[in-house]
């Protein structure tokens, strides 16, 4: 009786295995008639891909390093004057001769240096008093680096005070003050907030920020958080 069970039970894995291998096959027939019907199709997607990647590739080899070479070039120039004290022809922008960081940014605007060109101009025009001009240029500025990124929303505030928009500064001081993980630079926009709120007489917005320097900045501070503080109560 166990022989017959045996076989039963051997005769059932068999028809089993049968039937695996037939599904097997109608699966790979299925799949073959369906890349015989859409073959063309799919060569055109595939294709189409590998043309993207080797576009992307050639982009950034013989299009985006070139420009990014050009760039710095014309970025180098415009510093060496700028370290010369020669503002405006560091601001350039006027001649093909002497791009300066305008011209950089103008023509690069898409590679990291044009974005730095377009801070440093930024910051040319606010020492010329063209306070707009330098929000604008500051605004196009981007960057990974979350120190740099303070600095421009701290530079953006300094524009719109320059503006009489004291209340647009504040949010933007407010922004540098978050922007950054170095403390020193966090403090400095901190307290350049808490200044403003102040003269702004937002007290409480003045307090949150003075605050925030006794509970987190006390070593660059040397205690004035109190003093500022205290002031919030009756300024």
Do not use: C, W
Request: proline share 2%.
């Amino acid at each position: 009786m166990a022989k017959l069970t045996k076989n039963v039970q051997t005769e059932q894995e068999g028809k089993e295995t049968v039937e695996f291998f037939k599904d097997l096959d109608r699966e790979a027939l299925n799949t073959e008639r369906f890349l015989e019907k859409y073959s063309k199709p799919l060569g055109i997607i595939f294709g189409l891909l590998v043309l993207g990647v080797l576009g992307f590739f050639g982009y950034k080899q013989f299009i985006l390093a070139p420009k990014n070479a050009e760039a710095m070039k014309s970025f180098l120039s415009a510093q060496k004057n700028l370290s010369e004290s020669k503002d405006k022809d560091a601001l350039g922008g006027k001649s093909a001769a002497n791009p300066g960081f305008l011209g950089t940014y103008n023509e690069y605007s898409s590679t990291n240096i044009g974005k730095l060109s377009a801070y440093n101009a930024g910051l040319l025009k606010f020492k010329e008093g063209k306070f707009q001009e330098a929000y604008d240029l500051l605004d196009h500025f981007s960057s990974d680096n979350k120190t740099l990124m303070a600095m421009k929303y701290g530079a953006m505030a300094d524009a719109k005070s320059g503006l009489n928009r004291n209340d647009e500064a504040l949010q933007l001081l407010d922004k540098a003050s978050a922007a950054s993980e170095d403390p020193y630079t966090s403090y400095y926009f901190t307290r350049k907030a808490g200044i403003l709120a102040l003269g702004l007489k937002k007290n409480a917005d003045a307090k949150k920020y003075f605050s925030m320097i006794d509970e987190k900045y006390q070593d660059y501070d040397n205690g004035m958080s109190d003093s500022y503080i205290e002031m919030t109560k009756y300024y």
